[in-house]
């Protein structure tokens, strides 16, 4: 593992209190994106925690769509339930998602309220889009630390079906958080979960 790959899991055993149990490494092509898992026994979270390590080591190209709130420097955070057992599938699309604005033509960013329709994500499952957005979860939600003098944030991945793209698409995200609220969308990722729409 390159050193600045070790410096950042140093920066996130630290924020969550604990050592990762699982590392994905980073593959050996760029962009060199890794994911880390945080187990629930290990942090004191309700949850698992999976981050990527490596989408930070280098800045987005922003553009005229990113808020406030976006930042150059990002890693894709995700929370499943305390007792999974087989996160590969998650942990692939979060390496995945980590390296999607660097092998786009012309680099791009991803911030909050972004989607990216994918088709089918899991197996037997009705998800097939990517959300990012700012993590529900306070500690979590501020810049984490520092590279090169830059904030470095989290970016929640989340997950919609094919109607809630579309509505998403037609209404914007706001109306996507209103309907995570009236359905008590979970913190953690439930990959059978039916379409609010």
Not at 40 to 55: Q, S
Not at 171 to 192: C, E, M, W, Y
């Amino acid at each position: 593992m390159k050193p600045q790959h070790t410096n950042i899991l140093k920066m996130l055993t630290s924020h969550f209190g604990a050592a990762p149990s699982l590392l994905w490494d980073p593959s050996s092509s760029g962009p060199e994106v890794g994911c880390a898992y945080f187990p629930a026994e290990k942090t004191g979270r309700p949850w698992g925690t999976l981050v990527t390590y490596g989408m930070s080591l280098t800045p987005m190209v922003m553009d005229e769509r990113a808020e406030d709130t976006d930042t150059k420097r990002a890693e894709i955070i995700a929370y499943v339930k305390e007792d999974e057992t087989q996160p590969d599938d998650l942990a692939n699309w979060m390496c995945w998602t980590g390296a999607f604005p660097f092998l786009q033509e012309p680099p791009t960013f991803l911030g909050w309220g972004h989607t990216i329709h994918m088709g089918e994500l899991f197996t037997n499952s009705s998800l097939t889009t990517l959300l990012t957005l700012t993590s529900i979860v306070i500690a979590d939600n501020e810049p984490v630390f520092k590279l090169d003098n830059e904030d470095v944030s989290f970016l929640w991945l989340t997950f919609l079906t094919d109607a809630e793209y579309a509505l998403k698409k037609e209404q914007g995200v706001n109306a996507i958080l209103d309907l995570f609220a009236a359905h008590k969308h979970p913190v953690t990722l439930d990959r059978s979960r039916t379409s609010y729409v």
